[in-house]
C-alpha cells in the first residue's frame, strides 16, 4: 500500500504543527499541564517489565557505540511497548548501547514523567506532546534545531516550538481516529457501507442492528466504558467534535479561556447512539471490564469507536476494517473526513549527559533509517514522517487519505487544547457516568457544564 501522501499533504495545509496532540494509542494522558506529584503507586506502575532480548536483524548498519551514553525512553504509547522493547533489544545487540525502554500505564503519563524526571538516572527520551507540555518542559528540552534527527524529518507539520522559536519537540508519528467498522456485517444485517454519508443515515443502520441483534448474531456498537482504559475515547477523541466545529472554520492556535459549547448537541447525537446501540447496557458502564477491542474483532459488534494504533490489532481478524467519521447531524457533513494529528512528539532531556544526549539522538536516527527498524515502528505507530522510514501499510491512515483525496476536509485535534486535561477529563467522566445511570435532561446539563464551566475553571486554574 502506498505511502499516505495525500494525507500527509493536507495535514501541511491544517497548521497540525501549531500542537496537534491528544491521547491515542490507548493513553490520552500526553504531558501537557503540571500535575500534583505522583504517588509511590504510580511510580511502581511505570517500572519497565522484563522483556527477553530479541534476534538481531539481517545485516543492517547501526552507528557505532559512541562514548559511554545509554537511552532511556519514557514511552507515551502503551499499546507499542512490546514492539519497543524488541526495538531496544535489538538496537543493544548492535551497538552494545543500553537502551530502556519504561511505559507508562494508560492515562498516567504526566504522573509517571514528573516522578521518573526527579529520579538519579531520568529519561533522556520522553514525549512533549502539545503547546502546554511545552511550557512546562522547554527548559528540560534539547534545541532540536538543526539535528541529525530534525534533518531526517519529511515535514514540519508536527514539531513544537516555544514562544522563542526552540524546536522542543518534533512528531515521530501521526494518527487519525474516528468509528471503526466491519464491512461484512453491515453487509451482513442488510446495509451497505454507501448508505453510511451523514449521522442520519448512521443512525438508521445501527439502530436496526441493535434492534436485531439476537437475530443477527452480533450488535451495533462495541462496549463504551468509562474507565481509565477506554475513556478517554469519548473524553479526549470524541469529545474533538465539539472542539473541532466550534472553531468555526478557524484552527487554534492557544487554549482559548472559554468555549461556548455550541455543538454540544452534537456530541450527544453521537454518543447517545454509541451507548444505546451497543452490547452493554449504559448503567454497566461506570466500572469497565468489557473489552471492546475484542467484541470487534471477535465479531460481536460492527462498530469501534478508535484509532489508527488499533489497525495492526484487528487486521487479522476483521481484513477489510475500515474507519468512518464522527458523523453527528452537523450541516455539510456528508464532506467530513477522519480526526487527523497526533500527540507522540519527541524530546531529548536537556539536564541528561552529554554521552547519554548523544546515546540517544544515535538511537532516534537508527530508529528513522533503519530499514527494519523502522519497519517494525510504522508496524505499530502506523505511519512515521521521516524521509527514510518505511512506508505505511496502516488501512486506516489509508482511509484517511482517501477522504481526503474526495475533498472532505479533517478534523484537527483540537482536543490537544483542553487544560488542566487530567483535572477536565475526570470532571467530564464523572458527569457522563452520571448521565450512563440515568438520561435525564436534568443529567445531560451536568455533562454540558462539565464540559463547558469545566473548561473555563480547569484554563483558569493553570493560567490564574
Known sequence: ???????????????????????????????SENTAEATDESKESAENSESAEAPATEDTEAPAASGSGSVYWLNFKPESDEVLQDIA????????????????ASGTYSQTLLSEMDKSAPPTLFVIGNQAGVKDWTDYALDLTDTPIANELSTDAYNLYDENGKLVSIGYCYECYGIIVNPDLIVKAGHTMDEIKDFDSLKAVAEDIHSRAGELGFDAFSSSDMDASSSWRFTG??????YYYEQEGSTWTECPATISGKYMDNFKNLYDLCINNSLTDPKELATGGHDAENEFKTGQAAFFVNGSWEYEAVKNDVPNATMIPYYCGVDGEEKAGLNCGTENCWAINCKASEEDQQATMDFMVWCV???DASRKLVDTFGVMPYKQAAESTNGFLAAADAYTADGCYVMNWATNFQPNVDSYRATLVSALNQYNADQSDANWETVRTAFVDGWAAEYNAVNN
Not at 500500500?1 to 493513553?27: E, I, P, Q
Not at 477523541?237 to 465539539?242: F, G, I, S, T, W
Open 89 to 104: 533489544a535489538i538496537y543493544k545487540e548492535k551497538t552494545g548501547v543500553d537502551v530502556k525502554v519504561v511505559t507508562a
Open 237 to 242: 477523541h470524541m469529545a474533538n467534535l465539539e
Open 369 to 371: 533509517t533503519d530499514p
Open 1 to 31: 500500500m502506498k505511502k499516505t501522501k495525500k494525507f500527509l499533504a493536507l495535514a501541511l495545509g491544517t497548521a497540525l504543527s501549531l500542537s496537534m496532540l491528544a491521547g491515542c494509542g490507548g493513553n490520552t494522558d500526553a504531558p
